[in-house]
């Protein structure tokens, strides 16, 4: 921390006393001399001291402007960055500039929280606009970044200097103080701020010299200036007041509002301000020592004089006022408050009485004198008083204005002006507040006052606040609304059993306005309701109480008692009928005991208001009912009585439904009567008794009295009355009807069912015979045995008298029956054989098929011996010639995969140009978008994509010239040699230059190799690739240095092996893709495609997105922090944990899945890894005998995992596993998932567990472990496959019987490029001296000029109207042009020369085919021997005939399928010639063991075995190779149809930017200007940062360095000129494309001129400001 000290020592504490000899040598506290070291950083801490007392004056003055305490001395860099400090220091001098309401984070709430943000910007340029609008030189401003990023804090503290003494001089804030040698740091501050200014990079600011430079800012004559400021501070010096009057008088001084009077004030205060100036230069220079001094370090500079002249003024000016306030003038107080030199702000005349209240009280309050900010702040509160005065008049009268006019949204709108000072206005109450206010106003007859409508609207916000809780629909909010005091209601229960009465009254009666247009209730409508609502709830609880007497006379069991009670008037009990008191006793008590007997509760229990009515309901009910069957049983009686009853009579009484008797029939009424007649004659002789009251009882056990005389009733017999004996009870009557009734149902039942009841009986008749049928079987079942004896013995006796009778017949008859016997065998042998033939004749097609299966079943016998057996007979070989033969299926399957061949490979380079376009194009953009650069660069790549394309038609030697056949044949013969014999271009791959390799690998070998489109070729290719990593890790040799590439084995896996990338990127191209995405596709596109999967095990990205997640769904700041450091302590929170260890339980289980998918795919990993991976393998092991087989295998899973399949599943978009537009990329999310899988994958092929910074994967240890073994043994399993011989069946002969020659397709370019590298390193590829590709590069010569190549091919002739940049055009663009090479082999030996024997014995095997073809024999000697008949000799013209005009097409056709060697020369031949040259050849092959007579010559016979098993599997390699290709094509197409969807996407994105630049186009005159030259000093722009240094020159002569840069007539280029001493010195073009390209490569720093580096993205930066105007 900063501490203040006394006055600094002379010599750092120790002083000799005067008068004594001084010998330094003596001197203890002299110390030693230092190294130049040491005072470098003796010097840099003084650096660093320095720059801490300059913080500290400026911490100092912020606080005394801004009034408010700053962060410490070393934490003041931190604490500005946010620039709110700065910002409010802006407000200080420029309110209006950034009002405070503006600044962002003005308590640094969110600071302190959640740190930097980037609005914090919007305060560091608030500052920065502040200080434009008081003035201040622009050369002292910093950049935004420069506090925002803290890239250049002492240019900050140095703008705050300059800023200060700006100020200062205006008389606008005080002056800094120099606290140089004033306070004291301790030595780790000190150096923690040395190594903050050496992290900074730059030059210290001159703070001592920013009075000079705001001196030089002036447009003045600064040799006046500086003479007239001499002049001021030597009259100061000599304390002359009149002289130093007349210096600050000087006009070239340049000073304002100097007063003569004040003159004497002038000189001290200067005086003063000098002296202080000068201790402090005093003190730096006895701390420092000697140092390059200015003559400003102990003179005023202009700004100061002016400063402190304005502090004079200030002064005086401020005791005046105080004199005129202790005067109470008025007069004389607004005088001083205008009077300019004070500067105060707002000051209104108007104001006077109020300004003279609050200075008035502010002086009082502070009890002194007050100074110029205290008066200024007066001012504002006495301007705030009055102007809220006159706006509360203005907005009552405009609330009058409103309410007159009846306009309620402008009432609404003048209620809710601030001014008005009212109480909260809502908007939805808009219609109460104008009807409400209108009627208070016309109930007082005039305007309301300010107090009125407070109150007013006080109530009315809260009756608005009522109708919204009303719309609520929560009964609670309606009662908090009713409670509110502001409401002004009365009697408002806040019981909440009246919240739910209130809302639903309430509602009701809004609904009921709402009929008529009103949408709101008033005050004294709430008000009404309330009474409604507690008036209701008065009225239930006295019925509450008349309930209690109700059960209370109930339990008396007094009636009349009960009667009273159900009377009561609370009770509002309907249709109480005081006559049925005794049945409401009744019925009463026995509700009240049922309910007792089923409640569970031992009290007794109270009967409800529903239940008393409901019995009261009942019971009148039921007296009604009694009445109504009384009556009627009393009529019944009356009519059986009387001596004229009829049955029409009877039936019309016992129907009436007030008696309810049933089981009536209309059919019964004579009967009914007399049944009821004799029983009412019978019930009269019974008793005595003959009252007139009769007895009925309910179902409840009620007794019901009536009388049959009065019809009263009663439920009690009345005293002294008697009951009638005689009547007919209704049970009685009911019974006698039912009676007859039944009897009558009887009676018709049995009439109708007749036919039933006879069939009833038939059945019965039926059982009882089946019953007796039944028992006679049983007997019969009994007594079978005996039953089936007898029968047996009469059977016997009858047919052993029929045939006694028969054989007596017979012998009488002898030669009669034998006759018929043998016509009867006739027959049936006749018929027999009939039938068979017939059999056949109707199966005659399955004969045939039965016949086919013998003779196809021989024929799969012979062929089974033609391809197992090692010594086939000439008879089965003969029955299979035909195969060799050439048919029209063969021939256009051969067209049709020549040509697939060429469009695969045309259609390769294509996308491969298309490819490395688009991502140049990709970078373009990038850096478009990222500098807004001009788009002449990317609109003319743009063009280039447009004009790609497939490339002219291939050229081959068909289309040359007999003269110029010889170039071509001899290129042919070369690519032949170079195809088939890896060594040479092995030797050249290392013989390059490494970062050729993959350009020659892209351009030559995959076409040397069609991109290994057959099976040949990729065979070759493999070889090659073997070869070459042979090469490479064994025994590479480069020129006369010998020894191993791979010094260590690891360095396969650190490094990047040549041969290893080439293999990788060949398998990953067309060749691959499909294995790839087969293995990849359904892995990876069930991870993207499942949008339930989030895999995050960063445990920081976890924490922020918890904390983030947490406060969208709380809506509530979080307590904890945004940013945590390390990854521990993000794992210390139980939530990150979880989420944490979630993610990896799932990471676990989808590498699992991924890496089983992976091994059990192992067979559709294409040959050529597991080939390249296996030769790996055994090279290792050979080279490294000693390493441990796990580290070998590590080798192999890193090229199978790491090199083929890793990059894949990282980016699957980018390497076609899945398909993604190009408008639609994959997500974050999905790129992360697949990375973190990736991630753990590479862990299980390296085996390596998770540890360190990756201590929390640390779970996924075991799983690694356990999978690394099951990965080892994958890559063993990778390893296995058969060599490239076995797997291709594919020999060095098999060039001689393959019917046609090979094929590429190379660009010319590509030809010279390879016959260029020859001839460099022709050397290293063939050392020995008798090696053939010396004589094939000796009959090319020199590579020819791609124009030569051009003309000699006849691709070309040069227009004679052409000029040089269109021919340069045209030959470029032919340099692309493919020529098809028909490769052939210049060592072949001719037909005739018999040295060779294999030649020899591949055209003897020929010509016997031809023989054998024509002539059988079981035995070559035997075919050769026996002489042709002349059809066999015909058959062999013919068949000679044939295979020349197949030939003849072929060669018309495609001129590439021609065969290899010419075949036809002896097939010419008479058939006994070719015989006897099959003979001669014969004994010259058995002479050299090829051949042996003694076995028939059977390997000859075997070899033409080999060749029609090898035909067969050659027809089968190409219909593979056509579906190959043909899918191939398919998926190249593809992706050339997504490339050519990017480029419209491209297209239309350049299309839309050059719009937008056409609309965005400058005016002329802008236009004109930036083309004009800038020029800038070379320390200007040192000072912006764009040089750094200047190699020879020092930054004090960088002032004589002037740079020109002026853009020149190329777009995008300009000429940067230097200029020493106004000498020319040099000139260099810079594009601005390059600088780009220089910035996304990361390059900050260039040189220019060869001595000047500057800073490329500062220099962007400077070109697009004053060029392009961004």
């Not at 256009?892 to 995969?897: G, K, R, V, Y």
């Not at 993959?998 to 489109?1013: D, G, H, P, Q, R």
């Amino acid at each position: 921390m900063a501490t203040t000290n006394g006055d600094t020592d002379l010599a750092d504490g120790h002083n000799p006393q005067n008068g004594a000899v001084y010998d330094p040598t003596a001197d203890p506290y002299v110390p030693e001399r230092q190294s130049a070291d040491d005072m470098d950083e003796q010097r840099n801490k003084n650096i660093a001291y320095q720059y801490l007392c300059h913080l500290e004056e400026a911490k100092k003055w912020i606080e005394a402007c801004i009034d408010e305490e700053m962060p410490p001395t070393t934490e003041l860099e931190e604490g500005l960055r946010n620039g709110v400090y700065l910002a409010k220091l802006g407000h200080y001098y420029a309110p209006s500039k950034v009002p405070l309401k503006r600044i962002y984070d003005r308590e640094q709430t969110k600071y302190t929280s959640k740190g930097l943000h980037f609005r914090h910007t919007d305060n560091i340029n608030y500052w920065l606009r502040s200080m434009e609008d008081v003035g201040l030189p622009q050369i002292f401003y910093p950049e935004t970044t420069d506090v925002y990023d803290r890239k250049n804090m002492p240019r900050v503290v140095y703008c705050v200097h300059a800023l200060s003494l700006y100020l200062f001089k205006l008389g606008k804030a005080p002056q800094i103080q120099n606290l140089y040698g004033k306070v004291d740091f301790t030595e780790e501050e000190i150096s923690i701020m040395q190594m903050e200014l050496e992290k900074y990079g730059i030059q210290m600011p001159a703070f001592g010299k920013i009075g000079g430079i705001l001196a030089e800012n002036m447009s003045v004559d600064e040799a006046a200036l500086h003479a007239a400021v001499i002049a001021i501070n030597e009259a100061v010096e000599r304390e002359n007041a009149d002289e130093t009057l007349g210096a600050l008088q000087n006009a070239n001084a340049l000073l304002v509002n100097v007063d003569p009077e004040d003159k004497q004030e002038y000189q001290n205060e200067l005086f003063s301000a000098k002296e202080e100036k000068k201790e402090n230069a005093l003190n730096k220079s006895l701390r420092e020592g000697e140092v390059d001094s200015d003559v400003y370090d102990t003179l005023l500079t202009q700004a100061e004089i002016q400063g402190n002249i304005n502090k004079v003024n200030i002064a005086l000016e401020v005791a005046s006022l105080n004199e005129a306030l202790e005067n109470q003038n008025a007069n004389v107080v607004l005088k001083a408050l205008s009077n300019k030199i004070l500067g105060l702000k707002n000051v209104d005349p108007d104001n006077i009485e109020w300004y003279m209240k609050e200075l008035q009280a502010a002086r009082d309050a502070k009890g002194q004198r007050l100074d110029k900010d205290e008066i200024q702040a007066s001012i504002n509160a006495a301007n705030a008083k009055a102007k809220s005065e006159k706006d509360l008049s203005k907005a009552v009268a405009d609330i009058n204005a409103a309410i007159c006019a009846e306009n309620s949204a402008e009432t609404l709108k003048a209620l809710k002006r601030p001014e008005a000072n009212l109480p909260k206005v809502h908007d939805n109450g808009e219609q109460l507040y104008q009807s409400e206010l209108k009627e208070i106003r016309d109930t007082n007859e005039e305007d309301l006052n300010h107090q009125q409508l407070s109150v007013a609207v006080q109530v009315l916000s809260a009756v608005v606040l009522i109708n919204d809780a009303l719309n609520t629909g929560s009964s609670d909010e309606t009662i908090n609304a009713l409670l509110n005091p502001d409401a002004a209601l009365d009697d408002v229960e806040s019981d909440l059993s009246y919240a739910e009465r209130y809302y639903s009254t309430l509602t009701a009666a809004r609904q009921t306005k709402a009929e008529d247009g009103i949408n709101f209730l008033t005050q004294e409508e709430v008000q009404q309701c309330i009474e409604i609502v507690n008036q209701t709830v008065h009225e239930e609880q006295e019925r509450i109480l008349a309930i209690t007497a109700i059960n209370e006379a109930i339990d008396e069991g007094d009636a009349d008692m009960t009667l009273s009670a159900l009377q009561m008037q609370y009770a509002k009990l309907n249709d109480v009928e005081p006559h049925e008191a005794v049945l409401y006793q009744k019925q009463l008590h026995a509700e009240k005991e049922k309910k007792a007997a089923n409640s569970e509760d031992e009290s007794d229990p109270m009967l409800w208001l529903d239940e008393i009515q409901s019995t009261v309901n009942s019971c009148n009910k039921t007296a009604a009912d009694f009445n109504k069957l009384a009556y009627g049983v009393a009529l019944i009686n009356t009519v059986l009585s009387s001596p004229d009853a009829t049955p029409e009579s009877v039936m019309k009484v016992i129907t009436d439904s007030g008696v309810g008797l049933h089981s009536i029939t209309a059919e019964c009424g004579a009967e009914y009567l007399k049944e009821l007649t004799a029983a009412k004659k019978a019930k009269d002789l019974e008793g005595d008794e003959d009252g007139d009251w009769v007895c009925h009882t309910t179902k409840d056990g009620h007794n019901y009295y009536y009388n049959i005389k009065t019809n009263e009733s009663a439920w009690v017999l009345p005293e002294g009355a008697a009951l009638n004996c005689h009547q007919l009870t209704k049970e009685e009557i009911q019974a006698i009807l039912t009676r007859v009734t039944s009897a009558h149902d009887r009676q018709l039942l049995f009439k109708s069912n007749e036919d039933k009841i006879i069939t009833l009986q038939a059945h019965t008749r039926g059982m009882i015979a089946r019953k007796s049928f039944h028992e006679r079987m049983d007997f019969i079942r009994r007594q079978l045995p005996a039953i089936i004896k007898l029968q047996s013995w009469l059977k016997g006796v009858t047919q052993r008298r029929i045939y006694k009778d028969r054989l007596e017949y017979l012998n009488t008859q002898e030669e009669a029956t034998i006759k018929v016997q043998s016509l009867a065998r006739m027959m049936a042998a006749r018929n027999k054989y009939k039938k068979r033939q017939q059999y056949f004749r109707d199966h005659v097609k399955e004969v045939v098929q039965i016949q086919a299966f013998f003779r196809s079943n021989q024929a799969r016998n012979d062929y089974h011996i033609l391809i197992s057996s090692n010594n086939p007979p000439l008879k089965v070989v003969r029955k299979y010639m035909h195969l060799l033969d050439r048919n029209e299926m063969d021939l256009s399957e051969e067209l049709e995969l020549h040509g697939l061949k060429a469009k695969v490979v045309k259609q390769i380079r294509s996308n491969v140009q298309l490819e490395n376009d688009l991502s140049a194009m990709d970078i373009k953009i990038g850096l478009l978008v990222k500098n807004r650069i001009t788009l002449q660069d990317v609109v003319t790549h743009s063009k280039k994509l447009k004009t790609a394309d497939m490339g002219r038609p291939a050229s081959g030697i068909k289309s040359l010239s007999k003269e110029k056949r010889h170039m071509l044949e001899s290129y042919q013969h070369l690519f032949y040699q170079l195809q088939t014999n890896p060594n040479y271009l092995a030797k050249l791959i290392f013989a390059m230059p490494q970062v050729k390799t993959t350009k020659f690998l892209e351009s030559v070998i995959l076409s040397l190799y069609n991109y290994a489109a057959n099976q040949r070729e990729e065979y070759l290719l493999l070889k090659l690739f073997k070869t070459a990593l042979e090469e490479e890790i064994n025994h590479l040799l480069i020129g006369a240095e010998k020894g191993s590439k791979v010094d260590k084995m690891m360095e396969i896996i650190t490094g990047n092996p040549m041969v290893i990338k080439m293999v990788v990127t060949f398998n990953r191209g067309a060749k691959g893709q499909s294995s790839l995405r087969s293995i990849l596709q359904p892995l990876v596109k069930e991870i993207m495609d499942d949008k339930n999967i989030n895999i995050n095990t960063n445990p920081i990205d976890v924490y922020k997105t918890w904390i983030n997640q947490q406060e969208t769904e709380t809506g509530e700041a979080t307590d904890l922090p945004y940013e945590v450091s390390t990854a521990a302590a993000a794992m210390g929170h139980n939530e990150v944990t979880n989420r944490v260890q979630e993610s990896i339980t799932k990471l676990s289980s989808l590498s699992d899945k991924f890496l089983s998918s992976i091994i059990a795919a192992i067979d559709d990993i294409p040959y050529g890894m597991r080939y390249i991976a296996k030769t790996l393998r055994n090279s290792l092991t050979e080279k490294f005998p000693d390493a441990a087989s796990d580290d070998i295998l590590k080798i192999v899973g890193n090229l199978i995992y790491y090199r083929f399949m890793n990059p894949a599943i990282v980016a699957p978009d980018a390497f076609d596993i899945v398909d993604v537009g190009a408008q639609k990329g994959m997500t974050t999310e999905q790129r992360r998932n697949l990375g973190s899988i990736a991630k753990v994958l590479q862990s299980v092929a390296s085996g390596k567990t998770f540890g360190g910074d990756s201590d929390h994967l640390s779970g996924l240890n075991k799983f690694v472990l356990n999978a690394h073994e099951r990965f080892k043994a994958f890559c063993i399993k990778v390893c296995d496959v058969p060599e490239l011989d076995d797997r291709f069946n594919i020999n060095e002969y098999s060039d001689f019987v393959n019917p046609t020659k090979p094929v590429v397709y190379m660009s010319v370019q590509e030809i010279l490029d390879t016959h260029a590298l020859l001839m460099e390193h022709e050397e290293i590829v063939a050392p020995e001296t008798d090696d053939r590709l010396h004589e094939l590069l000796s009959d090319l010569g020199d590579p020819p000029s791609i124009q030569d190549l051009i003309v000699v091919l006849s691709l070309w002739h040069a227009p004679v109207d052409t000029n040089e940049q269109q021919a340069e055009a045209l030959l470029t663009n032919l340099a692309k042009s493919e020529i098809s090479l028909t490769l052939t082999n210049k060592f072949e030996i001719a037909g005739d020369d018999d040295t060779d024997m294999v030649q020899l014995f591949i055209r003897t095997k020929r010509l016997l085919v031809d023989v054998i073809r024509v002539q059988p024999g079981e035995t070559v000697p035997q075919v050769l021997k026996t002489p042709a008949t002349e059809e066999q000799k015909d058959e062999h013209i013919a068949l000679v005939s044939k295979r020349v005009k197949q030939d003849e097409k072929a060669t018309k056709d495609d001129d590439k399928l021609q065969r290899t060697m010419s075949v036809l020369h002896d097939s010419k031949l008479p058939l006994e010639s070719i015989k006897r040259k099959i003979e001669k050849n014969l004994a010259t092959l058995e002479e050299a063991k090829h051949v042996s007579s003694s076995d028939n010559y059977q390997a000859m016979v075997t070899s033409i075995a080999h060749d029609i098993r090898n035909q067969r599997r050659y027809r089968n390699q190409r219909k593979q190779e056509l579906l190959k290709l043909r899918a191939t094509m398919n998926g190249l197409e593809s992706k050339s149809g997504f490339y050519q969807e990017q480029i419209d996407f491209y297209n239309k994105y350049i299309e839309t930017c050059m719009l937008n630049l056409q609309t965005k186009t400058k005016k002329s005159k802008e236009s004109k200007k930036k083309n004009e030259a800038i020029k800038y000093t070379g320390a200007r722009l040192h000072e912006k940062g764009i040089i750094l240094e200047i190699e020879g020159l020092s930054e004090n002569q960088f002032k004589n360095v002037l740079f020109e840069i002026s853009p020149v007539a190329l777009a995008g280029t300009f000429e940067v000129t230097a200029h020493f001493l106004g000498v020319k010195m040099d000139t260099v073009q810079i594009v601005f494309s390059d600088l780009l390209q220089l910035q996304y490569d990361g390059v900050a720093v260039m040189k220019m001129f060869s001595r000047a580096k500057v800073n490329v993205n500062l220099l962007i930066f400077l070109l697009n400001k004053k060029f392009y105007g961004k």
